[in-house]
């Protein structure tokens, strides 16, 4: 069983920035690929970045430039520094862990709120 446990998230006026943080319970060496979703009211979950276990990231064309996706893999955690945020990017933000044949294989944390005002 492998828990993910989000955290960072708050409340921010327009413009700000946050950083959210994501641990995981074993070696994030395991996992093919972790990402970052989110997920507004009345709107589907979304892809916000991902990063391989080689360090590859994507992102969302909304969040590019402003986002940034990273590892530290020593201390089996991921992040989301998200920097110049717009009321848009208000959503309930979910760590998101994948691994195995086909990354068929997957966990997920509890979700951390980010609420932007304008």
């Known amino acids: 069983q492998v828990q993910l446990v989000e955290s960072g998230g708050g409340l921010v006026q327009a413009g700000g920035s946050l950083r959210l943080s994501c641990a995981a319970s074993?070696?994030?060496?395991?996992?093919?690929?972790m990402g970052w979703y989110r997920q507004a009211p009345g709107k589907q979950r979304e892809l916000v970045a991902s990063?391989?276990?080689?360090?590859?990231?994507n992102y969302i064309d909304s969040v590019k430039g402003r986002f940034t996706i990273s590892r530290d893999n020593a201390k089996n955690w991921v992040y989301l520094q998200m920097n110049s945020l717009k009321p848009e990017d208000t959503a309930a933000y979910y760590c998101?862990?994948?691994?195995?044949?086909?990354?068929?294989?997957?966990?997920w944390g509890q979700g951390t709120q980010v609420t932007v005002s304008s």
């Open positions: 074993r070696s994030i060496f395991t996992f093919n690929v």
């Open positions: 998101n862990a994948r691994w195995g044949l086909a990354r068929s294989l997957d966990s």
């Open positions: 990063i391989t276990s080689g360090g590859s990231t």
